[in-house]
């Protein structure tokens, strides 16, 4: 089993950003289809964004043109790059590898002024 740590959450005013991290414990190069997750405060969580093995990418209406997911697979991770950071993007971000249903345990980001 892979397993999953995310990393790079922080609080941060509106119009902001941050680089989260999602580093895997074996390789993951050009291999499954890994997703970033948010759940906010007090409400169910949510898919925002994709990356295929061949690297297409998939974005929630809400953040298209402001977050970027991309691998590195040199470090065996995988990048979600937040910008324009809205008080709506406050929540626990996750990542999971969807085919083995692989979760890590979350990094918090908080979007306030």
């Known amino acids: 089993q892979v397993q999953l740590v995310e990393s790079g959450g922080g609080v941060v005013q509106p119009g902001g950003s941050l680089r989260l991290s999602c580093a895997a414990s074996?390789?993951?190069?050009?291999?499954?289809?890994v997703e970033w997750y948010r759940q906010p405060p007090g409400k169910e969580r949510e898919l925002v964004a994709g990356?295929?093995?061949?690297?297409?990418?998939h974005y929630e209406d809400s953040v298209k043109g402001r977050f970027t997911i991309s691998r590195d697979n040199a470090k065996t991770q995988v990048n979600l790059q937040l910008t324009n950071l809205k008080p709506d993007d406050t929540g626990v971000y996750y990542c999971?590898?969807?085919?083995?249903?692989?979760w890590g345990k979350g990094t918090l980001v908080t979007v306030s002024s």
């Open positions: 999971r590898i969807n085919t083995l249903n692989a």
């Open positions: 074996k390789s993951i190069a050009n291999r499954y289809y």
């Open positions: 990356i295929t093995s061949r690297n297409i990418t």
